[in-house]
């Protein structure tokens, strides 16, 4: 994909607003010269998150964590770098070019075509959802819908749509709409299982499934008459992998944002059910279990997983696959029960059913009822095993070590085997021992090198020796929160000058902002590698103290590093001159070359300090 253009960024950072920006998700009130309000990143009762809307940056004097506004948007909305210039590029109404020169040629064209492909399915989905909803076509497939409970407002929502019995209409269609043959066979749309004129979908409801970013990139068929399978999926592709992707994410994605949350159903109409209830974060997977590429992909904005499957055979094995995928993405999962105890036991019915016979109250009641991921397991181990026998209770137990795998925590995977050593009446330093055989049995050596691995993929070890503030970083600081004077400090300034390693990197940071034209505070800090001097910047930037009189302090910081300088050198030239005199093999031509040096050096120490006074 080609990246965006520089004068784009340059563009956004230049209209980028902290306080209007930052307000979306922080309500700020001013005081005095910045605005406060309470930290996004941690709970707090007394406001400690500032926003500086003169230098663009946030910074919360509570947990400490600071940025520029992209940095901050990309944290709110989990994003990357160039989708988070996009949404801000959308929010400024700022058009976003993109630079493809250095680009590999056909790897260009490919991604063209992938997008191509994007909007063709985009337009077949509307032509679809047109039939459904406006012809007589569809007249008897929205009827359907209408019976299962589905209000019009959810089939807009989700573009429910119709795709007709013949199954020619839709390549004549489209080559009317002048996509070239060669185009529309390479589409995905059309199947060689007849000719390749033949469309995939034919008299099947249609459910148009988009990505994160909202591209449509494939469609799933429930078949309504004759025979066939009940629902079919577009075909994998470099588009759409449907292991990585989840149904409604598109729509789900704002609410599960907010909330950290996300349901996730065994299918289409269950996920429109949860939505027309009220429960805005429901997804489902694509014709798969629950999958760790999905569990990664949500991970970015959940914390907490709710499971709403079926209570049928082939649910309770989802389920069950659907907790380990969690915990082993380092999830926290509740599994959520769709059964109602009555005068003939509990009955039990997934979401679709609930919404059509007893409407989104009650399905939404219903979603309010959920135990943790243990005791569910606690619940299918007693269902599952006699336990009032040896060779049962042996299973039951068994029945948990693939969970406790799973859990990255020493404290939580004691504290679930002390629970069922308890529950099962079972000593716990038995299970223990068995626990050990299942995992050098189907792990190996991997549980014993488990330390090791972790150790392997810890990040490079960061500086944590303290940082003590000098003349040479207050400088250096006062230009960072002044960044206009960048200029006068490296024309009266060369980094030789300076001494302290840490003003060195932030010296050398600026230059490298300098020479790029980045001005925003993110873009600095991407130049520091030290972690704690990241964190120092904007801790000290933060503050009143480089604000006020900053010209003067840039002037007095770049005579006083000067003045250090100069006398170090002269007391170097001194003691030279000592050791000369007392039989050192100084020649007279050096010794003549020192004295002239330390004239100069006293002469410019006089003008220096004079102009302090």
């Excluded at 500086?52 to 600071?66: I, L, R």
């Excluded at 940082?467 to 009266?492: G, K, Q, W």
């Excluded at 990241?534 to 503050?543: D, G, I, N, P």
């Excluded at 900053?550 to 770049?558: A, P």
Aim: aromatic share 10%.
């Amino acid at each position: 994909m080609s990246r965006i253009a520089e004068e784009t960024i340059q563009e956004i950072q230049n209209h980028i607003n902290a306080v209007s920006i930052i307000g979306e998700y922080v309500r700020l009130e001013k005081r005095g010269g910045r605005y406060w309000g309470l930290c996004p990143f941690h709970n707090e009762k007394t406001p400690s998150f500032t926003v500086d809307p003169d230098k663009n940056f946030f910074y919360c004097f509570g947990c400490h964590k600071g940025g520029g506004v992209i940095s901050f948007v990309m944290e709110q909305e989990k994003l990357s770098y160039p989708e988070t210039l996009e949404l801000l590029a959308k929010k400024l109404n700022i058009s976003v070019k993109y630079d493809s020169s250095g680009e590999d040629p056909a790897l260009a064209q490919r991604n063209r075509q992938l997008e191509d492909i994007a909007e063709l399915y985009r337009r077949v989905a509307i032509s679809f959802h047109h039939i459904l909803t406006a012809t007589e076509k569809g007249k008897q497939a929205l009827q359907y819908v209408h019976e299962r409970g589905i209000s019009d407002e959810m089939i807009n929502l989700f573009r429910l749509g119709y795709a007709p019995p013949d199954r020619l209409w839709l390549f004549q269609f489209l080559r009317k709409k002048g996509y070239s043959e060669d185009f529309l066979k390479k589409s995905g749309l059309f199947s060689s299982r007849y000719n390749e004129q033949s469309a995939f979908f034919a008299d099947r409801l249609m459910f148009p499934i988009s990505d994160k970013k909202g591209r449509t990139v494939a469609f799933g068929g429930r078949l309504l008459h004759g025979e066939g399978p009940k629902y079919l999926n577009s075909a994998e592709s470099e588009l759409y992998k449907k292991r990585e992707n989840l149904y409604a994410i598109d729509i789900a994605l704002p609410k599960i944002r907010q909330s950290e949350e996300v349901h996730i159903c065994e299918g289409y109409m269950d996920v429109i059910a949860l939505h027309q209830a009220g429960i805005g974060t429901a997804v489902a997977p694509l014709g798969t279990a629950f999958t760790d590429e999905q569990a990664r992909l949500l991970r970015q904005w959940v914390k907490t997983v709710y499971l709403v499957f079926d209570n049928d055979s082939a649910g309770q094995s989802a389920t069950i696959k659907g907790i380990l995928t969690c915990r082993r993405n380092g999830l926290v999962c509740k599994v959520v029960s769709m059964g109602k105890t009555g005068e003939n036991g509990t009955i039990f019915k997934d979401p679709a059913d609930i919404l059509k016979e007893d409407g989104p109250e009650a399905l939404q009641n219903y979603v309010k009822c959920f135990i943790n991921d243990f005791d569910y397991l606690v619940d299918r181990a007693r269902a599952l095993f006699d336990t009032t026998h040896t060779e049962g209770l042996a299973q039951a137990v068994a029945f948990f070590f693939p969970y406790l795998e799973t859990l990255d925590s020493e404290v939580a995977r004691d504290g679930c085997i002390g629970s069922v050593a308890d529950i099962f009446g079972i000593d716990r330093s038995a299970i223990l021992r068995d626990f050990a055989k299942y995992s050098k049995e189907y792990h190996g050596d991997q549980s014993h090198n488990r330390e090791d691995l972790k150790q392997g993929q810890r990040e490079p070890a960061r500086s944590n020796a303290p940082i003590r503030m000098n003349d040479e970083l207050f400088l250096l600081l006062t230009v960072i929160s002044n960044r206009s004077l960048y200029p006068r400090l490296r024309a009266s300034l060369s980094i030789e000058e300076v001494e302290d390693s840490r003003a060195k990197e932030l010296f050398i940071a600026l230059e490298e902002c300098y020479r790029k034209d980045i001005q925003d505070i993110d873009g600095l800090l991407s130049h520091i590698q030290d972690e704690a001097l990241r964190s120092f910047v904007l801790e000290k930037a933060s503050s009143e103290a480089f604000s006020q009189k900053s010209e003067q302090l840039v002037s007095d910081g770049i005579k006083r590093i000067r003045i250090k300088r100069l006398e170090r050198r002269r007391a170097e030239i001194i003691l030279k001159l000592r050791t000369a005199r007392t039989g050192g093999l100084h020649s007279e031509q050096k010794m003549e070359e020192l004295l002239s040096e330390k004239v100069h050096i006293d002469a410019e120490l006089v003008r220096l300090k004079e102009e302090q006074e």
